[in-house]
């Protein structure tokens, strides 16, 4: 049961002020046989799910960390999974008997127990090219987690500049609060979109090009340069980073929105 589900159940008299001290004072940080504590409270401080960063973790450490995590929440993100592992945590996912949710050439997945309600913000999600797609669907899967809807579009880059202009007067429609730009390359794309609107931008510096910084080298460092205003830069390749940020971004925004309402009425 999730802290907002005691809360709520406490209110209506479904359960008592002990029984609600007794579930509350389960929400700590949970250890996993000396391999991993997990922050239970994240998403009530920060917004954001935990995140299991896989690459680096044996399959059955994984594992163990997904079990605990779902017993005392809805959801989890398991980022950056080994090819080998991919369809082995898919399978253990649907033992668990949890959703879930994957990317387009993502090695992310997210895994969740209720049905999310995209109540939150809005978010734009646009890359240069198919190379930044995997990355893109990271941050795409991170803010659907924290309850945002998402508009995409992908393989819009500079190389055909004539695409970017009717995706921007969509996303500019639809009233997104924020849009987060994938690029490799030079990375230009993302100082484009930001001297066009007046919404915040997210830039991803892609690890895709050609010989001396193609490593995504040169597209953080144009990122970083840019001129124009109104333009945040991640890390290369961080697409979980530009999705927590874009996401609370957003959901601020919808929050901020709805107390003007409230104080109207």
């Known amino acids: 049961m999730e802290i907002y589900d005691i809360l709520e159940s406490l209110k209506t008299g479904k359960i008592s002020t002990n029984q609600a001290k007794k579930l509350l004072s389960l929400y700590s940080i949970e250890e996993i046989e000396n391999v991993a504590k997990i922050d239970i409270n994240r998403r009530m401080r920060k917004g954001i799910p935990e995140i299991i960063f896989a690459e680096t973790k044996e399959l059955d450490e994984i594992k163990k960390i997904i079990k605990k995590i779902l017993e005392k929440t809805n959801s989890v993100i398991v980022s950056r999974i080994k ?16 959703k879930i949710k994957t990317g387009k050439n993502s090695s992310t997945i997210l895994l969740f127990k209720k049905h999310i309600k995209f109540q939150g913000g809005k978010v734009g999600i646009i890359t240069a090219g198919t190379s930044d797609v995997g990355v893109a669907e990271e941050s795409r899967l991170i803010c659907e ?36 730009v994938a690029a490799g390359m030079e990375g230009a794309l993302a100082t ?73 009425i």
């Open 83 to 98: 090819k080998d592992d991919y369809s082995k945590i898919k399978i253990f996912a649907k033992k668990l008997k949890v």
């Open 145 to 180: 987690a924290m309850n945002c809807k998402c508009f995409t579009s992908y393989d819009v880059g500079v190389a055909g500049i004539q695409r970017i202009f009717p995706v921007l007067k969509k996303m500019i429609s639809e009233d997104v609060d924020c849009i987060i």
């Open 192 to 264: 484009l979109v930001s001297s066009m609107v007046d919404i915040p931008i997210i830039g991803i510096p892609i690890s895709a090009g050609y010989g001396y910084g193609g490593k995504g080298i040169t597209a953080l460092a144009s990122m970083l340069q840019s001129c124009s205003l109104g333009l945040s830069v991640v890390n290369i390749d961080n697409g979980i980073a530009a999705g927590g940020i874009a996401a609370n971004i957003a959901n601020r925004a919808v929050k901020k929105n709805q107390k003007r309402f409230q104080t109207k």
